[in-house]
């Protein structure tokens, strides 16, 4: 199993970015395969965003991302995003994309490497 993020950088408060999740080896046909992402701030433990089945494509979000955030699939690409807006600060951290992740545990069966995002004010 490979996860490949993508799609982080440095950008200033109230912008946008797309997060990028490149999935292989998964079992993408299962009805319960979902995947999820996830961050890490400096400091501070790992923090559940969003998830989302993939052959039903329903997602569920962590309350204070409801409205900012959207998670997403392309089934032809294997490939799951984390649309992110009016980001601000509190924002940065390294954020990752996860394999059938328990939001409660924060525990997973696969984790990808990470994709920085900096948030500046």
């Known amino acids: 199993v490979q996860l490949v993020e993508s799609g982080g950088g440095l950008v200033q408060a109230g912008d946008s970015l797309r997060l990028s999740c490149a999935a292989s080896?998964?079992?993408?046909?299962?009805?319960?395969?979902?995947m999820a992402w996830f961050r890490q701030a400096p400091g501070k433990g790992r923090e559940f965003l969003a998830a989302i089945n993939w052959r039903a494509g329903n997602t569920f979000y962590a309350d204070s991302m409801k409205g900012r955030f959207t998670i997403s699939k392309d089934n032809a690409k294997n490939t799951v995003y984390l649309q992110m807006n009016s980001l601000n600060p509190e924002g940065t951290a390294i954020y990752y994309c996860a394999v059938n992740a328990n939001y409660v545990s924060r525990r997973a069966d696969y984790w990808g490497q990470g994709t920085q995002v900096t948030v500046s004010s």
């Open positions: 080896g998964l079992a993408f046909t299962s009805s319960t395969l979902a």
